[in-house]
């Protein structure tokens, strides 16, 4: 039987020209446009291969749009206002939020929403979704028309490609992906130590890096710095800086082996929050937390906003209703792994949620 194609490619490319760093393992696995994995699958939801919190419970996104509207009364409330979210996937939060956000209605009136968004099928999607909200969309933030911004982002720098170096008694070598005499693909070290400057962190140590973040996180931070606004990042991942080897891959709701079956499975690491904030910090803005998300989400008053929901549905929608909030809180699922992160332009006080 022959390799599927995308395998194929990728063996080519390594013999061609050596071993990928797994930043560009992930960038080909998750993005090439005909075998890539947000080419060939649906991620999100019950029937996609994965599940998030605005998928769980429309009461993370309405939180959300309370979140926003008070940090858009503390920027003076300005009008117009881009409301930006990066990777917003079937559409549900920015669907959630926009609703929860017209209980401001000069709030609401106010808000432009722009979507930054890799994939063409999930354009369309989030097309059909919000199209009352008539979204643009851009390919990266530095689009974004000029003025006040408030930014949401949940499960996005997770999905963003790492570099990974592992320590060995001369030093951090990169991690990258080759090849094994069969032809399957392996994890191979570096030859010579890497100039990167990295932590000092035991032999057999493995740091990551993700670059395309801190890019981000520095752009993100000029522009909120000088123009005003805030964002909230929601992801899961580590804080304080910890090694360790966190690439993963997901179908079905299942766990993958990331270096098997390239594009049929999704990618992600964790989120190394204080690099993360770091970047921004060092381009002007300040950072807050992160908090994990029970944390948040209670400060937000989850508790409240579930019961009120729940009133005057039938015991199955109210179980649903329970159970959704309860996956989102709890410590074993996604209450503590998961954290949000907030970045202010100029803001001396902490947002809602970060007290
Ligand atoms: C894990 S999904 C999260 C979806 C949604 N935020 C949610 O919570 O359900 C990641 C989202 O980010 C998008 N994405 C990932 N990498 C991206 C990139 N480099 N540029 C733009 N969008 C990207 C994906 O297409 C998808 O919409």
């Not at 995308?6 to 080519?12: D, I, S």
């Not at 890799?118 to 990266?140: I, K, M, N, Y």
């Amino acid at each position: 039987m022959s390799a599927p194609p995308l395998l194929e490619h990728m063996r080519g490319l390594i013999r061609a020209a050596g071993p990928l760093s797994i930043e560009r393992y992930m960038e080909i696995a998750l993005w090439h446009p005909a075998w890539g994995y947000y080419a060939t699958h649906r991620p999100v939801g019950a029937r996609g291969d994965f599940i998030t919190a605005p998928e769980i419970s429309q009461v993370f996104g309405e939180l959300i749009g309370l979140w926003l509207a008070d940090a858009w009364q503390r920027l003076g409330a300005p009008d117009p206002v881009v409301l930006c979210e990066l990777g917003p996937g079937n559409g549900t939060l920015m669907a959630d939020l926009l609703r929860a956000a017209a209980v401001v209605p000069p709030f609401r009136r106010a808000i432009r929403v722009h979507l930054v968004e890799a994939s063409a099928a999930l354009r369309e999607a989030q097309g059909r979704v919000l199209a009352a909200a008539t979204p643009a969309w851009h390919d990266s933030v530095a689009t974004l028309p000029p003025g006040p911004l408030l930014l949401v982002a949940n499960e996005f720098l997770d999905a963003l490609p790492i570099r990974q170096f592992e320590r060995g008694p001369d030093g951090w070598r990169e991690r990258r992906i080759g090849l094994d005499a069969g032809g399957a693909l392996t994890l191979v070290g570096d030859s010579a130590p890497t100039s990167e400057s990295l932590p000092d962190w035991p032999v057999g140590s493995v740091v990551e890096r993700r670059p395309t973040a801190r890019m981000l996180a520095r752009d993100l931070g000029r522009r909120l710095a000088t123009q005003g606004g805030a964002a909230l990042f929601v992801d899961y991942g580590y804080f304080p800086p910890a090694p360790g080897d966190t690439l993963q891959a997901v179908a079905r709701h299942r766990g993958h082996d990331p270096l098997r079956d390239p594009g049929t499975a999704d990618l992600t690491a964790h989120v190394d929050f204080a690099d993360f904030a770091a970047a921004a910090t060092a381009a002007g803005v300040r950072a807050w937390g992160p908090v994990t998300q029970a944390r948040f989400l209670a400060a937000l008053g989850i508790d409240i906003r579930a019961r009120r929901l729940a009133a005057g549905k039938d015991a199955a929608e109210q179980a649903t209703i329970e159970s959704g909030c309860r996956r989102l809180l709890d410590e074993t699922q996604m209450g503590t792994l998961f954290k949000a992160l907030a970045l202010t332009g100029g803001a001396a006080s902490p947002p809602a949620g970060f007290d």
